[in-house]
């Protein structure tokens, strides 16, 4: 049975409809809620059991480091991750902490994206065991203001207008994601609660009842696509 760990750091960001996907294959989901959690002494070392590792988001940044010991610790563990050859996947923050495990910047991006935006799939992704099978160009659900340079070695799978680095491949088994497939109705709400204050401040021009209707046009769409990125995904393990 495949073990997959996943660092989640808010409780509202969890997997999503990527967790379906997961459970249909019999996988263990052991969620570590990072933020109040002491990962001093965990491993995902060679020994540890572990398959794979999914890092989501959440509205730290990836630079807090001295301030949020967690995320300190998250850098090691995915250091040791890729160290190990463990699939790995991060999504959003997860992204950019893998990024910045890598080698890279991570820094504020010109503008948030907040709510439903183009994403445009490079020719890289023709032969992407997760990404193979998408459209080139698909309605795609963000939440974030930091961005990260390319990897060294890295593949560049993705891109939006504002942010070019929204996709890559480090080797065959590790993935960052800018952006979140995973979000479900439930999820879009809760998010919408939770980060109300912050939409209205960034100064973007979608409110809260465009992202609502954008949201119900596009998620069945986009809760297939999450299947199709999960499915790839879990394909690594084996």
């Known amino acids: 049975m495949s073990k997959i760990v996943v660092f989640q750091h808010v409780p509202h960001e969890g997997l999503g409809s990527f967790a379906e996907v997961f459970q249909a294959h019999q996988a263990e989901l052991h969620y570590r809620p990072v933020y109040r959690e002491d990962l001093s002494r965990v491993s995902l070392g060679k020994d540890s059991g572990v398959s794979a590792l999914i890092v989501m988001g959440g509205p730290m940044s990836a630079n807090d480091e001295e301030a949020l010991p967690f995320i300190r610790e998250e850098l090691r563990l995915i250091e040791e991750a ?6 790995i996947l991060g999504v959003c923050l997860g992204s950019q902490l893998l990024a910045k495990v890598l080698g890279s910047r991570v820094y504020p991006g010109q503008q948030k994206e907040i709510g439903w935006y183009p994403l445009y799939l490079k020719e890289a992704t023709a032969h992407d065991p997760l990404l193979k099978e998408l459209p080139r160009e698909l309605a795609m659900f963000q939440w974030h203001g930091e961005t990260f340079d390319l990897p060294r070695d890295a593949t560049l799978l993705a891109s939006s207008k504002l942010y070019p680095h929204q996709a890559f491949r480090y080797g065959d088994k590790a993935y960052g994601f800018q952006f979140h497939p995973e979000m479900t109705s439930a999820m879009v709400k809760e998010w919408l609660n939770e980060g109300k204050a912050e939409l209205r401040s960034s100064g973007l021009m979608p409110t809260v009842p465009d992202i609502q209707r954008q949201s119900e ?5 986009l809760n297939r696509v999450a299947k199709k990125i999960a499915e790839g995904f879990f394909s690594l393990l084996a």
């Open 82 to 87: 890729l160290a190990a050859g463990l699939s």
């Open 217 to 221: 046009e596009n998620l069945g769409h």
